[in-house]
């Protein structure tokens, strides 16, 4: 299981006398994430954005972006974070070009490690594209080399996943985010769980420095996530900073990320 808290944060829970072999991260399904619909940025505004949405600047909670709810676009940031390579991957290399891989209406930021401060990354985006962020999400995913990591008797694999991924990422009490300076409002309502199994392929080049338990091939896995996905942002310049504070009193951030949109 690992975790993200605005940085990155890896976890092992003891099952027994065993450790869990699961890796709680972002994927995306395949090589490069492609959009689901052919709807135009024109199309982004849904009756759900009428009212109600405390934060002009995100699509709102009960939104379908691009045809696909932000449980979705929050499974498919893990997707895309798995699927690329440990040379090329910007989590493991802070100097990577953040849009490795990417293609389609969505852009995925990428994580910063947890427990950091004042770290900054810099992206690059074409204009018109939504900006996902992951503030702090596990992933539970499945099988692992560890053989204790199975459900127990009678519990179906998607609830045994999700209630990982759930308990890990428990202690979230405080996230703050700014756009430009300007803060977002209620961002602990931007929490989204899996449903459904999710299926994603990781790249097995991870398996040594991220998730022992990639095969590379398509596998389960369950999120629990604080997620927020941006509306497509003016050209320029934008500088968006995250800090995330668990109970136990341990602080991500702030952390920025600079973005220029041509």
């Given at each position: 299981?690992?975790?993200?808290?605005?940085?990155?944060?890896?976890?092992?829970?003891?099952?027994?006398?065993?450790?869990?072999?699961?890796?709680?991260?972002?994927?995306?399904?395949?090589?490069?994430?492609?959009?689901?619909?052919?709807?135009?940025?024109?199309?982004?505004?849904?009756?759900?954005?009428?009212?109600?949405?405390?934060?002009?600047?995100?699509?709102?909670?009960?939104?379908?972006?691009?045809?696909?709810?932000?449980?979705?676009?929050?499974?498919?940031?893990?997707?895309?974070?798995?699927?690329?390579?440990?040379?090329?991957?910007?989590?493991?290399?802070?100097?990577?070009?953040?849009?490795?891989?990417?293609?389609?209406?969505?852009?995925?930021?990428?994580?910063?490690?947890?427990?950091?401060?004042?770290?900054?990354?810099?992206?690059?985006?074409?204009?018109?594209?939504?900006?996902?962020?992951?503030?702090?999400?596990?992933?539970?995913?499945?099988?692992?080399?560890?053989?204790?990591?199975?459900?127990?008797?009678?519990?179906?694999?998607?609830?045994?996943?999700?209630?990982?991924?759930?308990?890990?990422?428990?202690?979230?009490?405080?996230?703050d985010v700014t756009l430009d300076g300007?803060?977002?409002?209620?961002?602990?309502?931007?929490?989204?769980?899996?449903?459904?199994?999710?299926?994603?392929?990781?790249?097995?080049?991870?398996?040594?420095?991220?998730?022992?338990?990639?095969?590379?091939?398509?596998?389960?896995?369950?999120?629990?996530?604080?997620?927020?996905?941006?509306?497509?942002?003016?050209?320029?310049?934008?500088?968006?900073?995250?800090?995330?504070?668990?109970?136990?009193?341990?602080?991500?951030?702030?952390?920025?990320?600079?973005?220029?949109?041509?």
């Amino acid at each position: 299981m690992s975790r993200l808290n605005g940085a990155w944060r890896f976890i092992r829970t003891p099952i027994g006398g065993g450790l869990v072999g699961a890796l709680a991260l972002l994927l995306l399904v395949g090589h490069r994430v492609e959009a689901e619909t052919s709807r135009t940025s024109s199309e982004l505004a849904e009756p759900e954005d009428r009212g109600g949405n405390p934060n002009a600047a995100l699509f709102p909670v009960p939104s379908h972006p691009f045809g696909s709810d932000l449980e979705k676009w929050a499974e498919n940031w893990w997707r895309w974070l798995l699927a690329v390579p440990a040379a090329q991957n910007p989590f493991l290399n802070a100097g990577a070009d953040c849009s490795v891989n990417q293609s389609g209406p969505v852009f995925f930021v990428p994580p910063l490690p947890v427990g950091s401060t004042n770290m900054s990354r810099s992206c690059t985006i074409e204009h018109g594209k939504a900006v996902a962020i992951t503030l702090s999400s596990v992933l539970n995913d499945y099988p692992c080399p560890d053989p204790t990591f199975q459900p127990a008797p009678g519990q179906s694999l998607f609830d045994f996943l999700l209630a990982g991924a759930v308990t890990g990422n428990g202690d979230i009490a405080e996230i703050d985010v700014t756009l430009d300076g300007q803060p977002l409002n209620d961002i602990l309502s931007y929490h989204f769980a899996s449903h459904e199994l999710m299926f994603f392929k990781g790249d097995t080049s991870l398996q040594t420095s991220l998730d022992s338990c990639i095969t590379g091939g398509f596998q389960p896995a369950a999120i629990d996530s604080y997620f927020i996905l941006f509306k497509p942002l003016s050209r320029g310049h934008h500088t968006i900073v995250r800090r995330v504070v668990t109970t136990g009193g341990r602080v991500t951030g702030p952390n920025t990320t600079e973005i220029d949109v041509l």
